[in-house]
């Protein structure tokens, strides 16, 4: 939109409201959204919830090395635990709504 | 689960009981069967650091299971062996969050965690002296103020001692709940952890803890491993109950009579039938000594 | 005495000074070669706590590297209160200081500002979201002077990085993204109720709702935007962020 007064402003809000319904259903979002959620049945909790307090000791050993290793090639992303499948750009997260 | 958006305390909950019969601590990996089902366990701990959090989902969550079991809040962070006094802030938020839950046990540890305003997240040793009491009995007075409620306070597990202590742990851990008014929770996988780190006899422990301020018992798994090539039992909540740990459970109920006995498990979470399998034995423990205490009582 | 005790035993753990260490054993500590389960304790836990609040971080450095940047992270910001929900808000910050890391990474640092993000609108305080029937009852011609509020949950990140495509990535993006402009997106996170949302903003709708962030009204957030964004459509961008709870159910108007 190219300039902006009040009536154009109305216009539009009051095409939001009437879209917002149907938006409701089916959000033009909704390719654009990832989500991250509490966990349904069955699935597992979401990650954060595991940021919590105890009152128990470790039984591992930490790693204790303190220098960066890089990341650059596979086989170091391998050695680290990583994974060399290609990126994809959208994980296989669901979609919201 | 429908979500509720309400702040604060919902003045949903009145405070009940936390019953002389076995318990499970709640994690985050068993929040779907607690949610899904009522899982038959007489009731539920929680750590309240864990829910300390303005909203979301994790408070939807212990709004909806505390409507079907009774609570108790086991603090880990308040750090009431720390000698700079307690942090006046998580006071206020863990009233908060007893006001709202109306747990009918609350808890925290003979132990410290927090010095220069650094939260250390473990729970750290104290050495056993006059000075340490002293200020042990001043921070305890200063939660129950700030709580408006009696506390128990947890005999910790230990890795190094102080040449410094003057008094055996069972007798600091006594006179601080004698001095402060306060209540005891006597783990007995702690005494067996400690015990055998130090070398002392479990059963002096428990012989000498007198049984009327022992308001709940825990129980968990340790691992018995090495440190720095020498063994040593680390106090993990990783896996099912040792037997000698059963023992002590059996001796400690035979003497104190019947009292909440939690069963924690915090590293690598078994499914939720294990835990109420432990639990379970623990009950059948209870049920078992409880007419033979009865007959006592009689007797008496 | 009791607090030299414990600044000892914070300098030998987070610290990792061995010389505290050594004047704790001097000073009747026993069984001191156990010290080192503590250190272990607290920097496991702690590193437990960061791997849950930075997920994809985590994932693409691989668990070696993400326990260094852990543990130096650890022992320069430690936890400054007994609440690990809210521990973590200067990794990003860290991240950008370290830098063999953004060296090889120069996106680490935004994408750890989109997870922590997602970490505080899971924390943060419920509110109910604004949705159009809110604003039924309104005359049209008062919609201009609307200030919007956004809701608690909603955090607005700009980065010249494509950080939306790589939040939740399960590997690292190849070839590795170049920091061209084109490739720069703006997400926004919000929690209107349960669930979290990331979404990928266009520039126009990005800067729309940072206006009223700023306090603007509606038509004063529609000015600054359609000079600045040709492609920017009110109708469609209002009516997403009202399915999508974007705002807060309390606004307020001007007087028109």
């Known amino acids: 939109m190219k300039s902006v007064n009040a009536l154009t402003v109305a216009a539009a809000v009051a095409g939001a409201l009437s879209l917002a319904a149907v938006t409701a259903a089916t959000p033009a979002m909704a390719a654009k959204t990832k989500c991250y959620g509490i966990a349904k049945a069955g699935q597992n909790d979401c990650g954060n919830a595991a940021n919590t307090h105890s009152c128990a000791g470790q039984s591992k050993v930490s790693y204790s090395g303190d220098d960066w290793k890089g990341v650059a090639s596979a086989e170091a992303c391998m050695e680290a635990g990583g994974q060399t499948k290609p990126f994809k750009g959208m994980n296989p997260k669901k979609k919201s709504s | 689960m429908a979500f509720d958006h309400g702040n604060g305390s919902s003045g949903a909950f009145t405070r009940e009981p936390v019953p002389a019969a076995a318990g499970v601590g709640l994690r985050h990996t068993h929040y779907n069967e607690f949610l899904a089902g009522r899982p038959a366990v007489a009731w539920l701990e929680v750590h309240s650091e864990n829910y300390l959090c303005p909203g979301g989902p994790r408070l939807a969550t ?27 802030d998580h006071l206020a938020r863990l009233r908060a969050l007893f006001d709202r839950f109306e747990p009918g046990l609350v808890s925290e540890h003979v132990s410290w965690s927090t010095t220069g305003g650094d939260y250390l997240n473990d729970l750290l040793p104290l050495p056993y002296t006059e000075e340490a009491l002293d200020i042990l009995v001043r921070n305890i007075g200063q939660a129950q103020d700030a709580f408006g409620r009696r506390i128990l306070i947890e005999n910790p597990s230990s890795y190094v001692t102080f040449a410094q202590s003057t008094i055996p742990e069972w007798e600091f851990c006594a006179e601080a709940a004698r001095r402060s008014g306060c209540g005891l929770l006597l783990d007995v996988n702690n005494i067996h952890v400690s015990a055998h780190n130090h070398g002392y006899d479990a059963l002096e422990f428990l012989n000498a803890i007198p049984g009327d301020p022992v308001g709940e018992i825990h129980i968990a798994g340790h691992a018995d491993t090495e440190w720095d090539g020498r063994p040593v039992l680390i106090d993990d909540h990783g896996s099912t109950v040792k037997e000698a740990v059963w023992e002590l459970l059996e001796t400690a109920l035979s003497r104190l009579g019947p009292k909440p006995v939690l069963m924690e498990w915090d590293l690598d979470l078994p499914p939720l039938e294990v835990l109420l399998g432990e ?15 009865r007959v006592l009582d009689d007797v008496a | 005495m009791l607090p030299d005790l414990q600044t000892a035993f914070r300098a030998g753990t987070v610290g990792r000074d061995a010389a505290a260490v050594a004047t704790l054993a001097d000073d009747g500590m026993e069984n001191g070669h156990r010290f080192g389960i503590y250190r272990n304790n607290i920097f496991l836990s702690l590193t437990g706590v960061l791997e849950a609040a930075f997920p994809t971080v985590a994932k693409l450095v691989g668990d070696e590297n993400f326990a260094v940047l852990a543990h130096r992270f650890i022992a320069a910001h430690p936890p400054q209160r007994p609440a690990l929900y809210a521990y973590g808000a200067d990794f990003a910050a860290f991240l950008a200081g370290f830098a063999p890391a953004v060296e090889e990474l120069p996106f680490l640092p935004d994408l750890a500002r989109v997870e922590w993000a997602v970490n505080e609108a899971y924390f943060e305080a419920d509110a109910e979201p604004l949705v159009a029937e809110h604003l039924a009852g309104l005359a049209p011609d008062r919609y201009a002077g ?62 729309f709702l940072d206006a009223f962030a700023r306090g ?40 028109s």
């Open chain 2, 62 to 88: 212990l709004e909806a299971i505390r409507q079907h079991y009774p609570l108790s809040c086991h603090g880990v962070g308040l750090s009431l062996g720390s000698a700079e006094g307690l942090d006046k």
């Open chain 2, 279 to 293: 639990a379970g034995r623990a009950q059948a423990l209870l049920d078992r000594l409880a007419p033979q205490r």
């Open chain 3, 146 to 207: 609307l200030r919007f509020r956004l809701h608690p949950t909603v955090r607005l990140i700009g980065s010249d990085w494509p950080v939306w495509d790589m939040w939740g990535a399960e590997a690292l993006p190849d070839p590795r993204p170049d920091g061209k402009q084109d490739a720069a997106q703006q997400v926004l996170v919000r929690r209107p109720e349960s669930k979290v949302d990331v979404v990928l903003l266009a520039p126009g709708d990005f800067a």
């Open chain 3, 216 to 255: 603007d009204t509606l038509g004063e957030a529609a000015a600054a935007v359609a000079g600045a964004d040709a492609d920017f459509d009110l109708s469609t961008c209002l009516a997403g962020h009202l399915a999508g709870g974007t705002f807060h159910s309390d606004y307020t108007i001007d007087a």
